[in-house]
T-cell receptor, first 114, second 110 residues
Framework: NAGVTQTPKFQVLKTGQSMTLQCAQD?????MSWYRQDPGMGLRLIHY???????DQGEVPNGYNVSRSTTEDFPLRLLSAAPSQTSVYFC?????????????FGPGTRLTVL | GIQVEQSPPDLILQEGANSTLRCNFS?????LQWFHQNPWGQLINLFY???GTKQNGRLSATTVATERYSLLYISSSQTTDSGVYFC????????????FGKGTLLTVNP
């Protein structure tokens, strides 16, 4: 049971480039979410999904897209990277259709945008 | 508003000492969890504790939901306990998110 996995662990992008951060879970969780962690700002919710085919915006969705074609996978797409998107990104999953059950986090992706 | 407040913000211990970390949360926050973010940045689940007391080895946690606080106890601390401890609660409404406290930075010296 791998839990929540994220790839890549580290990434450096130039301004304007696009990329996809991968997230997968093998616990058959319905709820998945993406957070970013910045110094002094804590963890902020970007997007979340309550099941395959259903996604919604969190607190800071601008500049990011998500899709959920399977229960297992929840990729996060940066459309045109900006220096303000330099951050550590965490994916999380949990049972049910909200964050009210125990949430499990992936190891994170550290992204630098130059 | 939705609030999760942690204390103390920083704590330095000698190996072997005990400590108590506190998390106060507002009315709109429920289903507390405690996490340890290790020096490599990973968020490790410690406890999912909406109410009551749980123990796992040297760590235990108590949540008194009616009084809106949770405590994390670390006994016989080790250097590997160093890192940031976060509590987080579910805040309902349209965003279905966890609201995190700012964390307690724990340093355990040998």
């Amino acid at each position: 049971n791998a839990g929540v996995t994220q790839t890549p662990k580290f990434q450096v992008l130039k301004t304007g480039q696009s990329m996809t951060l991968q997230c997968a879970q093998d616990m058959n969780h319905e709820y998945m979410s993406w957070y970013r962690q910045d110094p002094g700002m804590g963890l902020r919710l970007i997007h979340y999904s309550v099941g395959a085919g259903i996604t919604d915006q969190g607190e800071v969705p601008n500049g990011y897209n998500v899709s959920r074609s399977t229960t297992e996978d929840f990729p996060l797409r940066l459309l045109s990277a900006a220096p303000s998107q330099t951050s550590v990104y965490f994916c999380a999953s949990g049972r049910g259709t909200g964050a009210y059950n125990e949430q499990f986090f992936g190891p994170g992706t550290r992204l630098t945008v130059l | 508003g939705i609030q999760v407040e942690q204390s103390p913000p920083d704590l330095i211990l000698q190996e072997g000492a005990n400590s108590t970390l506190r998390c106060n949360f507002s009315d709109s926050v429920n289903n507390l969890q405690w996490f340890h973010q290790n020096p490599w940045g990973q968020l490790i689940n410690l406890f999912y504790i909406p109410s009551g007391t749980k123990q796992n080895g040297r760590l235990s946690a108590t949540t008194v939901a009616t009084e809106r606080y949770s405590l994390l106890y670390i006994s016989s601390s080790q250097t590997t306990d160093s890192g940031v401890y976060f509590c987080a609660g579910y805040s309902g409404g349209s965003n279905y998110k966890l609201t995190f406290g700012k964390g307690t930075l724990l340093t355990v010296n040998p």
